[in-house]
């Protein structure tokens, strides 16, 4: 009788990188994001992520993000070193290198990688090939080639935290400075149901209506309009 292989699923992690440990066993990892205040990745599917926080910052080393949030405090910074991004809402962060397959993209600072499928509302990409699938807000996109030629050995020749945070010090203090760190409590309902999400960083309240529609459709995969919003708060 031939035998069945049993399905052997991804992990989530396959490690995080903290306070000089290297930890696998997936319940450290969810208490130490919850007390290092980066819950919300916890309520994003993902499969064999290398993840580390250095120095305050949440750092993506490698794996598969399928789909998600990925937040932006103005406080903590968040980087995104390589790996690939099938769907989901980014909203800010530094994007170092990888594949982005399908999502929005709301703001953030796009080094390089490729970015195949989607929809960019904002943002600024450097060195980042995008498809001509994207569909994107040509009059909000930057791409400052000036700034990234004067300093393109150092992308190269960096491969530690430190030196990322370095080279992007300047960007992030004047990127953060344009930010109000403004959260939002949403609640909304559908067919009877009831839905609720925390919007960070919203300019106000009907920038936080707006990402939390979007956010809303990823998260429970049904489509909102804004008569579906019964109540906003912010926190």
Known sequence: MQSVKPIVSSPRYKELKYQGQKITEAYKIDKILIDNKFNWLLDAEIKNARIEIYKNTLVWNAGTWMNGVWEYGVVRDI?????????????????MNGKFESGIIFNGKFINGEILGGEIRGGEFLKCNISNKVK???SIIKTPQEEFKAEPMKLEKFNHIDNWIMFNEKRSIDFKGNL??????VTLEKDGREFSLRVENAKDRDDAKEKALNTAFFMFMIKFDEDDIVDIKEI
């Open 79 to 95: 980087y995104w070193l390589y790996g690939t991004w099938k769907n989901g809402v980014w909203y800010n962060g530094h994007w």
């Open 136 to 138: 994107k807000t040509e």
């Open 180 to 185: 109000r760190n403004i959260a939002y409590f």
